[in-house]
């Protein structure tokens, strides 16, 4: 008697748990009825800094090289960046903008003073690229351009005059001066930022004394009406995330006040350690998943934001700008420690991926961020040696979501989501973000974290009958593939489809991928 019941019980538990597994298979559910904020598409914005070979070989060779270029620029890098339909560059930088002296890079380039790198590597700059040459890269491009302004070591009076020669129209000696280096029209500045890391190499600032100077400074930045960049104040970072509280509580706009948005820094570091961050490659497990336990974070630095702007800012005028953020590690060995050179891997595209995802969510405050950085440097798109260049898998998400730039963003939530755990480390398994596109279809993206298994997703877009979707895959057997200049393509993205049953798609995400998909 007690053997058959506990039997029964057995078998009912069994039944239990299978249905139960049924229901918990994975469900992202997109309400296309519900159309969010638009995902401006600078978002999706880079970051060109004077260090290591980010501009120096890496992107500008000059009009004399043999590496074919236009106005100085090599063509095969150009050509990639364009297919990536880069929206906005930044630049001068980070820390070398507080050191940058507009005037030392116009005129002829062999007159242009020589200086010191004193940031990065403390080598040679000689100015080659300067004003004129960064806007020859925007319009190749077709990028929005974003300047980064001297705080540290120059003055507002230097800060406006560089408006003035990039803006003025008139017959201003300075206009004058741009006209007589070969631009006849005014430069288009986009956006225009005052100082950079002012907490740290900017300064060592306190809110309070940055704020001031913000307000001094502003207040000085003159141009004409139909080419007012916006104007962004250099905020915080981890560590510092005070400072967006008290930038959008103290700076009130008034006729000779802006402030259109507030930046932010982070970088993902695999141990969360300055000393030693971790390898680029070669990584143990727990380093993959410690890498994406770092870059969730992301998420909890918007939405403390995000309180602060909401709090001062109700009518959302202020944008939050995440102009420096992507995967910082210990320098390929036999590299110069001053140039942040390091390999790329699958690893970094599912960390574009997932903050990807993270921006989406936020789109109605986040208007801009800019991966450090473009070529060469930190979590870069492309790698260069001499003549030959490669695509990393960075450049490879950032390419399979491309559709999402300035498309409406829309709801998309994950039933019984998966969690991928490795220690003492728990994060999701997978992440998702769907949009409409300009081009009227419906875009989901989908990251599997776990590197060993592949997921079933059943996709369900509430409001609309679907056939099924098409698109592609970034993944690979290794956590850290990656391409090199000896097999350029080891990986890159794959086609991908499934067809729908009953009106859901059920999708076989397989282990540490990326797909990115439209629905039919
Ligand atoms: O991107 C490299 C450096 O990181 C930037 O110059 C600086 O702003 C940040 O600390």
């Not at 029964?8 to 249905?19: E, G, N, P, Q, R």
């Not at 600032?205 to 104007?231: C, G, I, S």
């Amino acid at each position: 008697m007690f053997k058959t019941s506990l039997k029964l019980m057995v078998a009912a538990c069994s039944l239990v748990a299978a249905s139960a597994f049924a229901a918990d298979k994975v469900e992202v559910v997109i309400d296309a009825q519900k159309p969010g904020p638009v995902i401006n598409k600078n978002v999706y914005g880079q970051f060109a800094e004077h260090l290591g070979a980010g501009i120096y070989g890496g992107l500008w060779v000059g009009s004399d090289s043999k590496i074919p270029n236009t106005k100085g620029w090599r063509n095969d890098v150009v050509g990639a960046l364009k297919n990536l339909k880069v929206p906005l560059v930044r630049w001068p930088g980070g820390c070398f903008a507080d050191e940058y002296h507009w005037r030392e890079g116009v005129g002829p380039r062999n007159q242009r003073p020589v200086k010191v790198n004193t940031n990065w590597g403390g080598v040679e700059e000689n100015n080659a690229v300067g004003t004129h040459e960064f806007f020859d890269l925007a319009e190749i491009l077709g990028a929005e351009t974003y300047v980064n302004g001297n705080l540290g070591t120059g003055t507002a009076q230097e800060m406006a005059e560089w408006l003035e020669y990039m803006t003025g129209e008139g017959k201003s000696t300075l206009a004058e001066l741009r006209r007589k280096n070969g631009r006849e029209k005014p430069f288009k500045v986009d956006y225009f930022t005052i100082g950079n890391e002012a907490w740290g190499c900017g300064g060592n600032m306190t809110p309070e004394f940055y704020t001031d100077l913000y307000k001094q400074y502003a207040a000085f930045l003159k141009t004409p009406a139909h080419n007012t960049p916006k104007l962004v104040a250099s905020g915080g970072t981890v560590g510092h995330e005070e400072w967006t509280e008290y930038l959008s509580a103290n700076v009130k706009p008034t006729w000779s006040l802006r402030m259109d948005a507030i930046s932010f820094h982070f970088y993902t570091l695999p141990t969360n350690d300055w000393k030693v961050k971790g390898a680029a490659t070669k990584f143990p497990e727990k380093e993959w998943i410690s890498t994406f336990n770092q870059t969730l974070r992301m998420d909890g630095f918007i939405a403390d934001a995000q309180k602060s702007l909401d709090k001062n800012d109700p009518e959302k005028k202020v944008g939050f700008y995440v102009d420096e953020w992507g995967t910082w590690y210990d320098v390929e060995p036999g590299t110069n420690s001053g140039f942040l050179y390091q390999q790329n891997s699958l690893r970094d595209a599912l960390v574009a991926a997932l903050n990807f995802n993270i921006f989406h969510k936020y789109a109605d405050r986040v208007h801009m961020t800019n991966i450090a950085q473009m070529v060469n440097v930190l979590q870069a798109m492309i790698l260069t040696k001499d003549d030959k260049m490669i695509l990393t898998p960075t450049y490879h998400a950032f390419d399979m979501y491309k559709p999402f730039q300035d498309a409406t963003s829309l709801p998309a939530r994950i039933n019984h989501n998966t969690t991928y755990t490795v220690g003492d480390i728990s994060i999701p398994g997978v992440s998702v973000s769907a949009a409409r596109a300009k081009d009227g279809k419906l875009y989901v993206a989908l990251v599997n974290t776990n590197p060993k298994e592949a997921v079933d997703v059943a996709v369900n877009v509430a409001g609309e009958k679907v056939s099924g979707v098409k698109g592609r895959v970034l993944t690979s057997a290794a956590m850290d593939a990656h391409n090199t200049f000896e097999k350029p393509e080891a990986i890159k993205p794959a086609a991908f489809s499934a067809q729908a049953k009953d009106g859901k798609v059920s999708v076989k995400l397989p282990a540490k991928s990326i797909v990115v998909v439209a629905v039919e």
